[in-house]
């Protein structure tokens, strides 16, 4: 997180430099944004973090659930359909060993 908002956040055009008003940055719920280094990386950039709650997902982020959604419904569908045919393998761990990228791009 703090590579990215180096290398991102930080070189995105400054509008605001004459009068120096604080920006807003807005993420997930994810644990790990909520720790206290992630929020001095923030505040020290001149920038308040609003993290939004898990229920407000289908409101403040509507191609989660417009996009997203769909896609990962389809690629449940594939995937059961790919374990039903029971062309799977183990690792030597006794793992499910993850499909070929010639049978995930068919």
Do not use: H
Not at 28 to 53: C, M, P, Q, R
Not at 86 to 99: A, C, R
Request: proline share 3%; aromatic share 12%.
């Amino acid at each position: 997180m703090k590579t990215w908002f180096d290398k991102c956040w930080k070189k995105r055009p400054k509008r605001n430099r004459i009068n120096k008003k604080r920006a807003l940055f807005v993420m997930d719920s994810f644990e790990g944004y909520k720790t206290n280094i992630i929020k001095n990386i923030v505040s020290n950039a001149n920038t308040d973090l609003a993290i939004i709650s898990d229920s407000l997902t289908s409101v403040i982020q509507p191609l989660d659930i417009c996009l997203n959604k769909l896609f990962k419904n389809k690629l449940y569908e594939k995937w059961n359909a790919w374990m039903s045919l029971d062309q799977f393998t183990y690792t030597k761990g006794e793992n499910l060993k993850k499909p070929d990228y010639s049978i995930i791009c068919k």
